[in-house]
């Protein structure tokens, strides 16, 4: 069975700190996908990134980046110098073979002014 | 483009009441997903739909929940009759294709039901 671990109900910081929204998964899969979406208080998921399962190289995009570590099933993203825009719930997904996604609880970031 | 196109956004009906929710996938894709977020939760899987098929149901409440996708685009998820319980946001998404689950979904705002 999947799981996603995340472990940070809320966070809460003021702009310009640089955040980090932890995120563990568990599969059986050997072939697996993980991603991240925001979802703003309007509600809709944004896709943010897609990361392979035999693609352990960190990805930048921008103020986002993310780490992807196999050894320790984890995959956190942080966001540099943070904005009042990135308030959101931010949710880690995890997908195998089967291609159904499943979600984490969710990371609520603050992001205050 | 357009994304996932979703209706009514908000709902507020009395239990035991029937209700449906409309989505529209983004053109071209062929998966269809139905998932249904309780507060503070994140999103649950309900059905998948490949074209016009019915892939993955196991998690639709079938005594109470139906659903379907007519011709392989549009999409209709239905509740009869609805319980307190049932108060959530359903959301529907689309991707490309399924299989190797590489594609990500695209999802539309959702509709925010409340059973009273």
């Known amino acids: 069975a999947q799981k996603v671990t995340q472990a940070q109900t809320e966070i809460s910081v003021v702009e310009k700190e640089d955040v980090t929204l932890d995120c563990v998964y568990e599969?059986?899969?050997?072939?697996?996908?993980l991603f991240w979406y925001k979802q703003p208080p309007s509600g809709e998921l944004v896709f943010l990134i897609r990361r392979n399962s035999f693609d352990e190289q960190n990805e930048i995009s921008g103020r986002y980046s993310w780490n992807f570590q196999k050894s320790t099933s984890s995959f956190n993203f942080t966001i540099t110098a943070s904005q009042v825009v990135d308030s959101a719930v931010y949710f880690c997904a995890v997908g195998g073979s089967q291609g159904n996604l499943i979600f984490g609880k969710g990371t609520k970031l603050s992001v205050k002014p | 483009e357009a994304g996932v196109v979703q209706s009514p956004r908000y709902k507020i009906i009395e239990k035991k009441q029937p209700v449906a929710f409309w989505c529209n996938p983004i053109?071209?894709?062929?998966?269809l997903y139905w998932y249904r977020q309780n507060l503070g939760q994140g999103p649950e899987l309900l059905i998948r739909y490949e074209n016009e098929e019915a892939v993955d149901d196991s998690q639709l409440p079938k005594d109470r929940f139906s659903a379907e996708r007519l011709k392989g685009v549009d999409s209709t998820l239905k509740i009869q009759p609805a319980e307190l319980g049932d108060s959530a946001v359903y959301l529907c998404?689309?991707?490309?294709?399924f299989g190797s689950g590489e594609n990500e979904q695209y999802f539309g705002p959702g509709t925010r039901l409340t059973v009273t």
């Open positions: 053109s071209g894709h062929n998966t």
């Open positions: 998404a689309s991707s490309l294709s």
């Open positions: 599969t059986r899969d050997t072939t697996y996908y």
